[in-house]
């Protein structure tokens, strides 16, 4: 059972897996970040739109 752990390569916990915060420090950073998820929801909207 170790060997098949060692291919498996780096064992973590649910803890240390976690992705974290979403920093966003500077006011560039939070527009980029806005527009970004609106350009996502727009793009939804016209795929939909667009495609029958």
């Given at each position: 059972?170790?060997?098949d752990?060692?291919?498996?390569?780096?064992?973590?916990?649910g803890?240390?897996?976690?992705?974290?915060e979403?920093?966003?420090?500077t006011?560039?950073?939070?527009?980029?970040?806005?527009?970004?998820?609106v350009?996502?929801?727009l793009l939804?909207l016209?795929?939909?739109?667009?495609?029958?």
């Open positions: 059972m170790s060997k752990r060692d291919r498996e390569g780096r064992v973590f916990s803890r240390d897996a976690r992705q974290g979403i920093i966003l420090r006011r560039a950073r939070r527009i980029i970040f806005i527009a970004g998820l350009g996502i929801v939804a016209v795929l939909s739109i667009a495609l029958p």
